[in-house]
């Protein structure tokens, strides 16, 4: 039998369409999330992130992240206030956002019980002495 062009027209066609098929199906098993709800609103607001990331480089002693623990400069640590985000870029279903409080040694003890072994970014925004500071440290549980 002899494949006219209208047969291979046809097939082209067919072919076509079922890989057409096959990618809208695989797509929508995709997990397609945004990083951040408010990604505008936190571009708009990238300068202030930009000067408190500035002031965390100036600091004599920086803020630092010890198995599973955040230590913060000693002339700092007393008077520290913020928020700490364990953010996994795989997925926002693990992110666990919680106020710092810190302990007697100027240090907190990172929430990660519960949390599935991975990638994470400590996200730690605070404020200390008037000045705010940004801060973003890797975390592999």
Avoid at 7 to 14: E, Q, T, V
Avoid at 47 to 74: G, I, K, M, V
């Amino acid at each position: 039998m002899t494949i006219h062009w209208g047969h291979g027209i046809a097939l082209f066609y067919s072919f076509f369409v079922c890989t057409l098929v096959v990618v809208v199906i695989k797509s929508m098993g995709f997990d397609n999330s945004l990083v951040t709800e408010a990604y505008y609103q936190r571009d708009i607001n990238y300068q202030q992130e930009y000067e408190r990331r500035s002031n965390s480089r100036t600091l004599a002693e920086p803020l630092r992240l010890e198995h599973h623990r955040l230590e913060f400069p000693d002339y700092l640590a007393p008077e520290a206030t913020g928020t700490l985000l364990l953010y996994r870029p795989s997925s926002k279903r693990y992110d666990r956002t919680v106020r710092l409080d810190l302990d007697a040694e100027g240090g907190m003890d990172l929430p990660v019980a519960g949390l599935p072994g991975g990638r994470y970014v400590a996200i730690v925004e605070w404020e200390a002495a008037g000045r705010k500071y940004y801060d973003e440290l890797d975390l592999d549980l």
